[in-house]
């Protein structure tokens, strides 16, 4: 499958290079075509690794990635180009957290998330929040932790999260729990809270759920 | 012990029961000492439990429990009296939900929490926020699910931190998990949003987490 991954962090080169790993074509954009990040990316990943402009990144890939920082997804989505979204999934990783105080805060939270923001934004794209729950190394490899744990999904399109849920699996997500329209996102991001307070009790971010439920 | 139970809704009713089955002495307080609930439950729970206003169950109460609505807990603080309050445990269960809207949403989030507010408004109160992340039924009977899972504790008193600690093992939870201080209530709280996400995604409200960690 084409992929367009938007964003050159640290999670995206991660679920770029899993996504050529399985053998997908993944295009990485950024703001500018020559991003050294995405560019070291693609020269160290073979045929199947390009990058380009985060419009020729959307243009390019069936299914889009937004990783980018969550405080400018909406900016980068609008550079990104509404045509080159629409009708497409666009898979929602990204966290809309400001570090700017010195303390981590959401800057959308509680009444609205910012998958909701990206879907009101992008009403013809099909937006799947997922991911945005785990720390990179676990996305792209859930058997990092023992046993079973969950990953959540939330988008208004049922389509989509099913072929979502298809890609994660071949990650090796074995439990992924649908959580039902985008507005099940607040639930996905809230969690950001609970990770750094758990992040600050645990001895490193190598953690996830396992919901647990009632005998029957 | 004495404990001081605030709130005559089901989740105090069911602790308070709980507490006294354990052979606890419990005061269930309310705005009015003659609480229609209240009573009811004092006249079913033999000579140990009885009720009366907020200001009688916290001046009865070693330890107190709040576990009134979350919107209203500060004002039925203030009226149980600060002087009740110092220098005892006060476990925070509550929630600060507001559904007037029609849809659930929290008072307070992201950057302050209803337990960092108890806090700060009892600073010589040791607030430790327990409880608030699972249904009254999983509460006082953890063994309702299969397994190990997590409840979380959250405070800025070790000591009071441990009472507690202690108290839920003797409701049967296994793993405790301490999040820190008063501030990482935050993140039990938001747990929350990510409950009625979750809840549209279950059968029932009987679910809880494990926190799965990295092999060593």
Redesign the interface.
Known sequence: MKIGMLGTGPVGRNLATKLVQLGHEVKMGSRTADNKDATAWAQANGAKASRGTFADAAAFGEIIFNVTNGQHSLEALKSAGEKNLNGKILVDVANPLDFSTGEL??TV???DSLGEQVQRAFPKAKVVKALNTVNTDIQVNPS??????DL?I?GDDKAAKAKVTELLKSFGWKSI????GIK?A???E?????????S???P?E??????????R
Chains 1, 2 share one sequence.
């Not at 990092?144 to 744990?149: A, N, Q, V």
Request: proline residues 2%; positive net charge.
């Open positions: 805060k959401l939270s509680n009444t990092l932790l023992p046993g079973d744990h959540f939330s729990i649908d959580l039902g099940s607040r639930g996905q809230a969690l950001l809270l609970m990770f750094m307070s758990l600050n009790a645990m490193n190598y953690f996830n759920y396992k919901v647990v439920r009632k005998k």
